[in-house]
């Protein structure tokens, strides 16, 4: 009877399961740590590569706006009264010719004096 009191109750075996499974949960626990990092670094890498593409597309819109002020009829018009330079002539609707495209898809115009 003291026999069996005295020997351990639990086999060998479980408590290298036990070890085994505890590597287990360590490694996943690294690894999930691991990818989690990786996948935060990127979210970060590609909300930085959006606000750039957004400033960028700012910038191009502002670009646009300072174009088209710049080439306006009246603001050149403008410009050139005050350089001086203004020999420009007024155009009447008869002096515009209508140009469609050819057979072959190029356009040509036609000056006319």
Known sequence: ???L???PKTHVSVYVTLLLAALV???GGVTYA???NKQ???DRLI???EKRIEADRTKIAMVEVRMDA???RYA???SLVQLGRNNLLSTTPEHVEVIKPGVSGERVAAIRE
């Open 47 to 49: 909300d930085a590569a």
């Open 1 to 3: 009877m003291n026999r």
């Open 70 to 72: 710049k080439l306006s």
């Open 40 to 42: 935060v670094r990127v």
């Open 5 to 7: 009191r005295s020997e």
């Open 34 to 36: 691991v990818y989690k």
């Open 25 to 27: 949960m360590v490694y």
């Open 76 to 78: 050149l018009k403008e």
